[in-house]
């Protein structure tokens, strides 16, 4: 018995793989990368040199996940590039790759025969 819900309409996905479904309020940030030449000159005038607009990181948080869960969502994500789906206002996609993932070992006894449970399992998934 899952602890997580795995998607299965496609709004949650790594390449092909389906994903659990996140916890609600995934953060977003769209972020813009300005070369390091840029600043404000003696005038105060701000000069900026864009290298790159709107890349975008998403965060996914799982309040309780079992230690299958979490290890299949590793696997699929952790130190590798990939294909990534996600729901915004309708589903979007983009190349990414795993910036950092950390989570809590809650029990081992408890679904052991899952692996155990962890908590505030978060992943977060950055444009390449």
């Known amino acids: 018995m899952a602890i997580a819900k795995l998607d299965t309409q496609g709004y949650w996905m790594v390449g092909d793989n389906h994903i659990y479904i996140p916890a609600p309020n995934v953060k977003i940030e769209h972020t813009n990368v300005a070369s390091a030449d840029s600043g404000r000159t003696e005038d105060g005038v701000m000069h900026i040199n864009w ?3 709107d890349v975008k990181k998403v965060n996914l948080v799982y309040s309780s996940i079992s ?6 969502m590793m696997g699929l994500m ?6 990534f789906t996600y729901w ?3 589903a979007k996609s983009f190349q990414g790759y795993c910036g950092e993932s950390s989570y809590e070992a ?3 006894v408890h679904r052991e025969e899952e692996g155990g449970i ?3 399992f978060s992943i977060n998934v950055i444009e390449l």
């Open 67 to 72: 230690g299958d869960e979490k290890d299949y």
């Open 118 to 120: 962890y908590t505030n």
């Open 88 to 90: 915004d206002n309708g």
């Open 78 to 83: 952790q130190g590798k590039e990939f294909t």
């Open 51 to 53: 290298v790159r607009r």
């Open 106 to 108: 809650y029990s081992s």
